[in-house]
């Protein structure tokens, strides 16, 4: 993930900090998996996952998602949409997107995703392409 804006065509605020991270494979046989952290989120003072404390939880939980699941293409190999089979924001699992919430444009080592959440609020990521 190269960088990822909240309301691009307003506030275009940092989706994920300064130092944001993040994984998309998509795999030969219609599957997905996406990861996006901000890497600047702090460490748990107490290294135990479990144990955080409600500020560390909430910045955790904040400052990340990851999801996985499969996805279609259209009769031109074009991406059309996928669902989502799990998530850490267990609101999303079942969630199907078409592209009218989601479109994914391919431009030779980057591509740009957009995403508009069920509130409205509209993401755009850039990937590039590790070799």
Known sequence: MVSAQLDPDGRNLSAYGARPNGLLVFTADLRFIEVLTD???PR???NVRGQG???ENRAAMAGGIGFFGT???DATAAFSGNRVESSTFPNWVGAVRTTRELTLVVDGDQMRESFRRPDGTQI???WERVR
């Open 39 to 41: 890497g600047d989120v």
């Open 44 to 46: 748990f003072a107490s």
């Open 53 to 55: 404390t409600a500020e």
């Open 71 to 73: 996805y279609t293409v």
């Open 124 to 126: 755009a990521i850039l």
